[in-house]
């Protein structure tokens, strides 16, 4: 059934971290705004990803940190609750319930329609209700799709009927299995293979690449191999999976290997990286592909459809899949709609009001595996394969005074790429225990394009973990 169609200024298709800062932002504009969910008010990031497998990951750092401290090693014998840590996982996850982000909505003044939105042609969406009624929205200035992402599963024989678990299942799981095969090598396979093997289980890591996280500095992928295998976590790298069989629905499962072995655990995990949630949107309508990742400029208005009213902020743009990218892409998403809509003018040099350059060349990513991996802006081969002349400086984090208080045999590793000709960094990571707080210094740096010179006036405290940079800076100097 069809009911009468509602105009706002802007209406936003997904309520997950970036289409709520793209709604906040354009309501702060003064402008009306209707915000479409088909789930959740949160987002994958709430209930099934940032959210639950932070909770699941910090009791078993919290306890390995206490191990690695001599004194609190003595007080720290027994194992993990487990019951404990789901349960702080579900309040985590607040136990799959959005009331609280929906108050926050409804607070904001902002609309939220609960149902599947579709595009329906030019500035005009129609979403399919619970109740299956079907409601017109058009917007007088534009629509922001922020669909986000899902898991992304390989075609392979046997699959689907094996029910394999993806990040959902992986980040919302209540039973431990006994054997769990992670299929992946990124950052969801390295994080939840920490989680579960911490929980109990025995955990093999299938890995088709030659090393884990492919897109950080090699030495990251390294580390964080050392921490796994040194967990129990089994890696096999080179490792490609050929066919999954589960006949008996509740019975184990025989992942069959590509080299002619097999592999029977309790559950497999599929962290084989994201698909845009584009396929049911009606881009069609729109003269776009569905199911394609929308491509925009900096300002986040999608590129190939005419006018200017049709934006894509957050996953589905695939700039970075990242929370915190995605609400910055909605905050200047919003902002920029509500300049536009009001006439005034439009900062779009780089690094402007209403652009998202750190997008390109400053994001940000903390892994919170066992050692944690940080990095923000470029390795030192993208440096060098986009044309940088570039000189590169590491420093063992263990020689850090700071670092050998924080634990004992502290092991980790921080890299510099400085840009040679601005004299200004492009990149920095960090690998070691407690480096992702540490990661926000390096952002500032980069972001703020602060020259290497000045940043040996930046003194950091003693004796921390941040030390590290003026042993970078020395390095650098000499
Ligand atoms: C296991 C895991 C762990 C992660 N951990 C981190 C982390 O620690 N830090 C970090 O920065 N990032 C992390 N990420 C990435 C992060 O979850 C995403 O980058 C983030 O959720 C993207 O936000 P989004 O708003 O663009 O999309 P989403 O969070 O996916 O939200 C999109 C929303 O749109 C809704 N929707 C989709 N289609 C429609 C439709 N047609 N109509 C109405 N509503 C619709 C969906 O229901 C959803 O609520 C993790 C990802 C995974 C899988
Ligand atoms: N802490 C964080 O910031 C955090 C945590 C989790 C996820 N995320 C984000 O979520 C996104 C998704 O993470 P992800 O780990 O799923 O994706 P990813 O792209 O990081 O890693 C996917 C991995 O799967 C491998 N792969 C792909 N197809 C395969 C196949 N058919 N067989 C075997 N291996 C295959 C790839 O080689 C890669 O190593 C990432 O972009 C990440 O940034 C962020």
Known sequence: MTTETQEYDVVVLGAGPTGENLADRARAAGLTVALVESELVGGECS???????????????????????PGAREAATGS???????????????????DGQVAWVDSAGIDLVRGHGRLDGVRRVVVETPGGELRTLTARHAVAVCTGSRAALPDLPGLAEARPWTSREATSGQEVPGRLAVVGGGVVAT??????????????????????????EPFAGELVAEGLAEAG????????VASVRRPDPSGPVTVVLADCGELVVDEVLFATGRAPRTDDLGLETVGLRPGQWLPVDDTCRVTDVPDGWLYAAGDVNHRALLTHQGKYQGRIAGA????????????????GRHVATADTAAVPQVVFTDPEAAAVGVTA??????????RTVDYDLSQVAGAGLYADGYRGRARMVVDLDRGLLLGVTFVGYGVGELLHSATVAVAGEVPVDRLWHAVPSYPTISEVWLRLLEAYRE
């Open 47 to 69: 209930y099934w990803a940032c959210m639950p497998s932070k909770a699941l990951l910090r009791p078993p750092t919290a306890l390995a940190d206490a191990r690695r401290s």
């Open 191 to 216: 994080e939840m293979a920490t989680a579960w093997q911490a929980l109990g289980s025995r955990v093999t890591l299938l890995v088709r690449g030659t090393g884990l996280l492919p897109r950080m």
């Open 381 to 390: 081969e993208q440096a060098e394969r986009a044309g940088h002349r570039i």
């Open 80 to 98: 993990l609750d487990v019951t404990a840590v789901l349960e702080h996982r579900d309040k985590y996850a607040s136990y799959w319930k959005d």
């Open 233 to 240: 976590v089994e890696i096999r790298t080179g490792t490609n």
């Open 336 to 351: 920029v709609i509500g300049a536009r809509a009001g006439g005034l003018p439009v900062d779009t040099a780089p690094w």
